[in-house]
């Protein structure tokens, strides 16, 4: 098939006018091989039906000024515009000149658009209709006169059939993918992806402060994060290399947020769990009561057991604690320095039991009652669970090679009676020692 190739001559000023005729015959207009006069339809010479002269062409619709190839049909049917050798159906090529556009695709209404104006880019696949084909848009997202501000969005067609929104990119650079994006504070672009999570960072500038936000963006005025929905928030945020991981309590949509710290890994590589400021290659923190700071456990039924660590300072609160279950406590070292377990014991005491009855040293013993001579009570600090508790005893004086310690009366949780005595029942006597360990569940 021939090309089709209209030029204009760079010095004539003159035009080519075609004018369809007032008839209903239709008239056909045949260039000849070389050299010769335009036939008309009845191939007559000269062409009877044809008036004006050939210089330029003009058409309603159609003015060709070009001083080169302006379009361009190929024997493949492909339609170049500013080339003479398209490569596909339509191509449209523009010489890297001053700036120009080799395509443009513009509303055609107010020179400033309104609120609703748009153009679109239509892209068919399969039917040839606009309903069934994907398209790109532009919209003029303000409104205002004089504002040129546009919004760029992305609509596929699903298996349905039906156009989606699944892009847009707004006038501030934040993208949104299934969501219209938020306005975000000036120079910080982000990207939202479903109805939620948010990742945004610097537009120029500080290249190592980014963040990616489920249900929190910043305002656009403030910069203050807020919720996007109704929910609970969480945050990853890598700052001068330092990672934080921030988590806050169920929130109003567009209310601020107070962000939590709950773990940060500093540039060094450090670790510091609900504490920011690391101190160490793990720090650990919990400021609750009644909570561990750290906690192991296997919850295998032939698992290892548990392991509690907790920041407690003072009392009965357990500091390092191990157990084969939920339950059943192997050891607990406390923080007023007790330590409980089955293989430790539960309460030790060494007693001056000479004149005035005093304590050597001791472990869970709050006190000693004298009872007269030989006869003690032991005071435990804290109280055994029941009454089955161990206790071994012993002596040694100086003059009596021969006594011994004995437990004598009823135990209870709390105490228990000591006898020190060389002989029958009566035989009690003041050693300059007397040793008590006592071992049991408490």
């Keep these: 098939m021939a090309k089709i190739k209209i030029t204009g001559h760079t010095s004539g000023t003159g035009t080519i006018t075609l004018t369809a005729p007032n008839t209903s015959t239709d008239r056909i207009v045949t260039l000849p091989d070389g050299t010769g006069t335009l036939l008309d339809e009845n191939s007559s010479l000269p062409a009877a039906n044809l008036t004006g002269t050939v210089a330029g062409f ?45 395509l443009g695709i513009f509303q055609s209404g107010n020179a400033y658009g309104n609120v609703a104006s748009s153009a679109s880019l239509y892209l068919g696949a399969t039917y040839h209709s606009l309903a069934n084909s994907a398209k790109i848009t532009s919209t003029h997202s303000s409104g205002t006169t004089g504002n040129h501000a546009q919004d760029l969005t992305f609509n596929p067609i699903n298996s349905g059939s039906t156009s989606f929104e699944a892009m847009r990119i707004d006038s501030s650079g934040n993208a949104g993918l299934g969501v219209t994006p938020e306005s975000s504070y000036a120079g910080r672009p982000t990207l939202r992806i479903g109805s939620g999570l948010a990742i945004g960072g610097y537009g120029s500038g500080n290249p190592s402060h980014h963040w990616i936000n489920a249900n929190a963006y910043q305002d656009a005025s403030t910069a203050a994060e807020k919720y996007i929905g109704t929910d609970q928030a969480s945050q990853i945020k890598q700052t001068n290399g330092t990672i934080a991981f921030n988590v806050a309590p169920n929130g109003t949509a567009g209310a601020a947020i107070t962000w ?121 600090d804290t109280n055994m669970l029941n009454s089955n508790y161990a206790v071994t005893a012993m002596c040694q004086g100086q003059n009596y090679n021969s006594a011994f310690a004995c437990l004598h009366g009823t135990m209870s949780v709390g105490s228990f009676p000591i006898r020190v005595r060389t002989g029958p029942d009566s035989d009690y006597i003041d050693a300059d020692e007397v040793m008590l360990t006592i071992f049991g569940d408490q």
């Design 260 to 380: 939590d710290n709950a773990m940060v890994i500093d540039n060094d590589g450090h670790v510091g769990i609900g504490y920011s400021a690391v101190n160490g290659i793990l720090d650990v923190r919990e400021s609750w009561a009644s909570k561990w700071a750290a906690r192991f456990e296997n919850t295998s039924a032939t698992g290892l057991g548990i392991l509690g660590i907790s920041a407690a300072t003072s009392g009965a609160y357990s500091l390092l604690e191990l157990r084969k279950n939920e339950t059943e406590v192997v050891l607990n070292i406390r923080a007023d320095g007790k330590a409980i377990s089955q293989f430790t014991a539960a309460a030790w005491v060494s007693i001056d039991g000479v004149g005035t009855v005093g304590i050597n040293d001791s472990y869970n013993i709050s006190s000693i009652t004298d009872n007269g001579t030989g006869q003690y009570t032991i005071n435990i």
């Design 58 to 102: 003009t058409s309603t619709g159609i003015d060709d000024n070009a001083t080169s190839t302006a379009i361009t049909i190929d024997s493949s049917e492909n339609v170049g515009i500013g080339t003479a050798s398209p490569i596909t159906k339509l191509d449209a090529s523009q010489d890297n000149i001053g700036g120009n556009v080799a």
